[in-house]
Antibody
Framework: QLQLRESGPGLVEPSDTLSLTCTVS??????????WGWIRQPPGKGLEWIGS???????YYNPSLESRVTISVDTSKNQFSLRLTSVTAADTAVYYC??????????????WGQGTLVTVSS | QSALSQPASVSGSPGQSITISCTGT?????????VSWYQQHPGKAPKLVIY???NRPSGVSNRFSGSKSGNTASLTISGLQAEDEADYFC??????????FGGGTKLTVL
């Protein structure tokens, strides 16, 4: 059974960089036709797609975040990562990593991590 | 890019059917059959219940069904059960290309 787990600091200071890692078990990031993505949810609010990546290098980003976001992959560790620069309080959210459906359908997510709350505050 | 439009809340009694709408534009819902629906219980991760407008992932109850007409997609839950009480989010592929979500609908089972 495929499982995803987010890890990283729960508190980030304003203007700093938010860095999270998603560890995948029960399946390989470096094989197949799936994209791997990040979605966030501010407390009490809706979902916002951040971006998606294919292990071969292709990426898609939310235009509203694109100037601050980098998603990368480490196939040797079966992990992918999120980096968000110049954070503000508006970036406080639960961050989820998720798998895009088979056959390169990066816009639909069928497996999700449990989520990790990141708070931006000094 | 604005979020897809969903009603803030819907409710129904056990055994009844409810429908949640998701309205977009010709740049997303109206032009692509790539609408998904997610169920989210409090404190839990979203769960995919419908993809590509009408398809159910393996293991999802056949009480969940999806449809689309023009720029509006819909999720119908029939034979409502207490466990269906949750937040529901729609999402769609867009022509930019990106993914856009709806604001979410809180389903209350009376």
């Amino acid at each position: 059974q495929l499982q995803l787990r987010e890890s990283g600091p729960g508190l980030v200071e304003p203007s700093d960089t938010l860095s999270l890692t998603c560890t995948v078990s029960g399946g390989s990031i470096g094989r197949g036709s799936c994209y791997w993505g990040w979605i966030r949810q501010p407390p009490g609010k809706g979902l916002e797609w951040i971006g998606s990546l294919y292990y071969g290098g292709n990426t898609y980003y939310n235009p509203s975040l694109e100037s601050r976001v980098t998603i990368s992959v480490d196939t040797s560790k079966n992990q992918f990562s999120l980096r968000l620069t110049s954070v503000t309080a508006a970036d406080t959210a639960v961050y989820y990593c998720a798998r895009g459906r088979d056959d390169y359908k990066w816009w639909t997510h069928d497996y999700w991590g449990q989520g990790t709350l990141v708070t931006v505050s000094s | 890019q604005s979020a897809l439009s969903q009603p803030a809340s819907v409710s129904g009694s056990p055994g009844q059917s409810i429908t949640i709408s998701c309205t977009g534009t010709s740049s997303d819902v109206g032009n692509y059959d790539f609408v998904s629906w997610y169920q989210q219980h409090p404190g839990k991760a979203p769960k995919l219940v419908i993809y590509d407008v009408t398809n159910r992932p393996s293991g999802v109850s056949n009480r969940f069904s999806g449809s689309k007409s023009g720029n509006t997609a819909s999720l119908t839950i029939s034979g409502l059960q207490a466990e269906d009480e949750a937040d529901y989010f729609c999402s769609s592929y867009t022509n930019r290309p990106t993914v856009i979500f709806g604001g979410g609908t809180k389903l209350t089972v009376l």
